[in-house]
């Protein structure tokens, strides 16, 4: 297939174009580098020893989404593309209403255009909000996300659904828990942008000496040691269940259908900060603060329903997410460079 991906140079995104090389299909990206850099796409070219169709622009914006799909024969796309920064969203509503959900309704008018109808796209785990049970089934209903940006995700789910029902589109609905980890070549992996909201890529900026000591967001929630458990995936198994999800998409028995994505097992901070340590020999400053408003105790996916029907199911360990995260920004310390 010839598939496009919304987002291909941003963290996921761009793990997930090698694979789809990998696996055989022809890849083109858009990406407004909102929130990565050009210098990823040259990266990707190496690993992959092909060149990569790039478009850089705002997916929001319809006519340049139109004539991409006039321009480019597509099969399938791949959407990533949305911003993603949960306290953000709640500063900035509207841009994540307005980027998110009209990302989406551009891309999905485009597709309907020119007949495209296989879609993989990328929601989350926290479109289970506060009340479900652990683990988190994909039957689960309400979905209730706390955040703008978890709204988008319900909402975007929503709006697919509705389209895949009115017989426009099929479409697989990801809900990934918590990707981390890298390329196992060093050369491309996560790179936020300012100090960063999540805990692996914190860890990793405090081994390299960006940042002095990691602040542990409470340690008297109802778990083991006290911190929050969560389920890590390695990034290059998520981008193995995109392609798996992709080509299973003309056999789905429904038009649209949701799929966690996770290990099935929690890990606390506390035990995320100690493999780290593993990985790199030594260990890492670090002090226990208050509760991040928001922080759910503990979650985690049952995945089986990706691995009955996807055949997926995760490989890599949490020692490998470290290790190969610790490979990354070893070796690239500011992450990718600006030009
Ligand atoms: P990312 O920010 O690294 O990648 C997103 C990419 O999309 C960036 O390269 C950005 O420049 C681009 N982009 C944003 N808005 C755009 C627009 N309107 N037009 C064109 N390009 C645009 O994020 P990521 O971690 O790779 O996440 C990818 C997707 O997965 C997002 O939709 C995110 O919400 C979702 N997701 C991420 C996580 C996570 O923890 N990383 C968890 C669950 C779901
Ligand atoms: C993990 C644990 C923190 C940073 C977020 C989004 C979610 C999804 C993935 C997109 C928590 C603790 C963190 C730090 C810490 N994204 N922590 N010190 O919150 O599970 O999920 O990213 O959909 O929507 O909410 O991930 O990595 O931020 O936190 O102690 O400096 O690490 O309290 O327990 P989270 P995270």
């Known amino acids: ?3 496009l991906v919304s987002g291909g140079a941003g963290y996921i995104g761009s793990h997930t174009v090698l694979s789809l090389i990998e696996a055989g299909h022809d890849v083109v990206v858009v990406d407004d580098f909102s929130n990565s850099k050009p210098a990823v796409i040259g990266r990707l070219e190496s690993l992959a020893g092909q060149h990569i169709p790039v478009h850089a622009f705002d997916l929001a914006d319809h006519d340049k989404t139109e004539r991409l799909f006039a321009a480019e024969s ?4 791949v ?3 949305g911003l993603k920064a949960v306290g ?6 509207l841009e994540y209403y307005a980027n998110n959900i009209g990302s989406t309704i551009s891309l999905v008018r485009a597709m309907r255009r020119h007949d495209v109808r296989r879609l993989v796209f990328s929601s989350s785990a926290t479109v289970y909000g506060e009340a479900a049970p652990v683990p988190y089934v994909e039957t689960y209903e309400p979905l209730v996300a706390s955040s703008p940006y978890g709204r988008t995700k319900v909402m975007n789910e929503q709006v697919l659904a509705d389209v895949a029902a009115a017989g426009e589109l099929h479409v697989a609905l990801l809900r990934y828990f918590n990707p981390v980890g890298a390329h196992a070549s060093g050369t491309i992996g996560e790179d936020p942008q300012g100090i960063p909201n999540n805990l692996m890529p914190f860890i990793a900026q405090v081994a390299v000496g960006r940042r002095e000591r990691l602040s542990v967001f409470g340690d008297d929630y109802p778990t083991a040691d006290g911190t929050c458990l969560r389920d890590y995936i390695h990034v290059e198994d998520l981008a193995a269940g995109h ?10 028995a429904e038009p649209v259908r949701a799929f966690n994505l996770g290990s099935g097992h929690g890990t606390s901070v506390l035990e995320l900060l100690r493999a780290f ?10 002090e226990v603060v208050g509760r991040r408003p928001g922080d759910l105790p503990a979650f985690w996916a049952d995945p089986s329903r990706a691995a009955d029907e996807l055949g997926w199911r995760t490989t890599r360990s949490v020692d490998d997410m470290c290790a190969d995260t610790w490979r990354w920004q070893s070796q690239n310390p500011q992450g990718f460079p600006d030009a």
Request: charged share 25%; proline share 6%.
């Open 79 to 81: 959407h990533f593309a």
């Open 74 to 77: 597509i099969d399938a796309v």
């Open 277 to 286: 340590e593993r990985a790199i020999g030594r260990e890492l400053p670090y």
């Open 1 to 3: 297939m010839r598939v």
């Open 88 to 93: 953000e969203s709640v500063a900035k509503p």
């Open 243 to 252: 392609v798996a999800a992709l080509e299973h998409l003309g056999a789905m």
